[in-house]
């Protein structure tokens, strides 16, 4: 049964750092693909960052320069180094793989971790 775990999340001021982590489990295989999403109140979910299994990374317009993604891929788990952050960044973070594997595709979700910035 796979799952995903996230931690780190809480409440800080604007301009703080939080670092965000989450372990994949019952995955035995390579993943390709370990990501953040959030979504805020009201708003639909959002991508944040990816990492490929080579370190390839990708972020959303809004955390560039700001966020930073690494995963750790022997003990499948994934980083999210958010600094500077600001009141806009609260919303609830998830982990996500995703990839393709033989002729089928797979992707699995945590359920989210509160990340709260106070102005």
């Known amino acids: 049964q796979v799952q995903l775990v996230e931690s780190g999340g809480g409440l800080v001021q604007a301009g703080g750092s939080l670092r965000l982590s989450c372990v994949a489990s019952?995955?035995?295989?390579?993943?390709?693909?370990m990501g953040w999403y959030r979504q805020a109140p009201g708003n639909e979910r959002e991508f944040v960052a990816r990492?490929?299994?080579?370190?390839?990374?990708k972020y959303g317009d809004s955390v560039k320069g700001r966020f930073t993604i690494s995963r750790d891929n022997a003990k499948n788990t994934v980083f999210l180094q958010m600094n500077s952050l600001k009141p806009e960044d609260t919303a609830v973070y998830y982990c996500?793989?995703?990839?393709?594997?033989?002729?089928?595709?797979?992707?699995?979700w945590g359920q989210g971790t509160q990340v709260t910035v106070s102005s």
């Open positions: 019952g995955i035995i295989f390579s993943i390709d693909n």
């Open positions: 990492i490929t299994s080579i370190g390839d990374t």
């Open positions: 996500s793989v995703w990839g393709s594997l033989g002729a089928g595709t797979y992707n699995y």
